[in-house]
């Protein structure tokens, strides 16, 4: 079977086109095509590529987080990478955030973006460790916040979803926390999506980082 790959046009070089035309050329169960941004939405919704390619506008990130929001909205299923000039911590956070599931240097070898594509495609992230930790630091140096544990309402988090945490905490994978807790990497990305929008509604998620994810955690897995 085949990996539908579909990546959003753009001015950069080098092209969207050139870029697909080599991965095809590097992997044959790559399957790619570049469209207009005007064709977006509807083949989101009619023909959902497996992962969709995009260009990260730094000037205007919220034209790439409408679409992230799109993809996420018609087309469960597909995985989103995003190609970049440049990224810091802040941005690979962003990302999480808006559903990406990786990132990748605009300069990376064909052969690097065509892994990224399987990675993503079989339920893990493409972010590098280094990278993500480097993130999560950068988050736990924020001012920490006590998070009452009987808070009561929508916004409290599930134990399974307070376990899945302390694994991203700990640089696993989708897949990997999948195969920990005996899961599908869906259930995993649901139960990340669910303690997103309950942290973010509340307001708590640099507080929940501080409190979850402490530093001895995020480097006690020997990276």
Same mark, same amino acid.
């Given at each position: 079977? /085949? ?5 959003? &046009?753009? /001015?950069?070089?080098?092209?969207? %086109? $050139? ?9 044959r +169960?790559? %399957? #790619?095509?570049?469209?207009?941004? $005007? ?16 260009? =990260? ?11 992230? #929001?799109?993809?996420?909205? *018609?087309?469960? +299923? ?8 440049? =990224?810091?911590?802040?941005?690979v ?10 990132c990748?240097?605009? &300069?990376?070898?064909?052969? =690097?973006? &065509? ?20 993130? *999560?630091?950068?988050q *736990? ?7 009452? &544990? ?5 916004? /409290?988090?599930?134990?399974?979803e307070r ?5 991203? +905490?700990? !640089? ?5 926390? !999948?195969? $920990?807790?005996?899961?599908?990497? %869906? ?19 640099? !507080? =929940? ?15």
């Open positions: 079977m /085949q990996i539908t790959l579909m990546a959003i &046009a753009w /001015q950069g070089q080098p092209s969207a %086109a $050139r870029i697909l035309q080599d991965i095809e050329s590097i992997d +169960g790559i %399957a #790619a095509e570049a469209i207009d941004l $005007r064709e977006v939405r509807s083949r989101l919704d009619t023909c959902p590529p497996d992962v969709l390619l995009l260009e =990260f506008d730094a000037d205007r990130p919220s034209a790439t987080w409408e679409i992230l #929001a799109d993809a996420s909205r *018609l087309s469960l +299923g597909t995985q989103s990478l995003l190609l970049c000039d440049d =990224f810091s911590p802040a941005h956070l962003e990302f999480i955030r808006h559903g990406a599931s990786g990748l240097l605009r &300069a990376c070898t064909p052969e =690097f973006l &065509a892994k990224a594509v399987r990675s993503v495609h079989a339920g893990d992230t493409w972010f590098g460790r280094s990278d993500l930790l480097e993130a *999560l630091r950068s *736990l140096g924020a001012s920490p916040l006590h998070v009452p &544990a009987d808070e009561s309402g929508d916004e /409290q988090l599930t134990a399974r376990e899945i945490l302390k694994l991203i +905490g700990c !640089a696993m994978s989708n897949k990997e926390i !999948a195969r $920990r807790l005996q899961i599908s990497t %869906a259930t995993v990305k649901t139960h990340l999506h669910n303690v997103y929008v309950k942290l973010n509604k509340s307001g708590r998620y640099k !507080a =929940f980082l501080s409190e979850e994810l402490n530093p001895r955690m995020v480097s006690g897995n020997g990276i």
